[in-house]
């Protein structure tokens, strides 16, 4: 899908950057070419963000379900979601709405996110790790192991 106007997109962010007038510069830009670039996970996220940043207030209604499908996807980068988020946030959903709405709901429930106390997560800080079951016996979970499995091997004497 490199045409042109894709060629030219890329042009604009040649390296990591979100200033405002880099946004600004892409909001001149057909929302269509910048919806394109936005739900290619293909493309660098750092490409992708400005352009979701660039889309606020002119989503075309037939590029809703693209973003909302880029938002639930939790393989891609959150920076990214964050922003398609930022552009639904004022874009017309029509039928849509009742399906973002349903999974921002679950998103934020207690149960689909848990602090991790793992070293190499960030301290207070949601990790994408499954939350760890309990065991039978009502000890507290432990990340890598599943409800019930033992620590250690009993020991035999």
Not at 49 to 61: K, T
Not at 70 to 84: G, L, M, N
Not at 141 to 146: A, Y
């Amino acid at each position: 899908m490199w045409n042109s106007a894709r060629r030219r997109l890329v042009g604009y962010i040649p390296a990591p950057d979100a200033s405002p007038e880099l946004v600004a510069r892409l909001a001149r830009q057909p929302a269509d070419e910048l919806l394109d670039l936005v739900c290619d996970p293909r493309e660098t996220w750092w490409r992708r963000r400005p352009c979701a940043l660039a889309l606020r207030g002119r989503v075309p209604p037939a590029g809703v379900p693209r973003l909302i499908a880029r938002v639930r996807d939790v393989k891609d980068v959150a920076e990214v979601r964050r922003a398609i988020l930022e552009a639904l946030g004022d874009a017309e959903l029509g039928p849509h709405a009742g399906e973002l709405l349903e999974w921002l709901r679950a998103a934020r429930s207690p149960r689909s996110v848990t602090t991790c106390r793992r070293r190499s997560c960030s301290p207070a800080r949601a990790c994408a790790t499954p939350r760890p079951r309990r065991s039978s016996r009502g000890s507290p979970p432990i990340h890598g192991r599943t409800g019930g499995s033992p620590a250690r091997p009993p020991s035999t004497s």
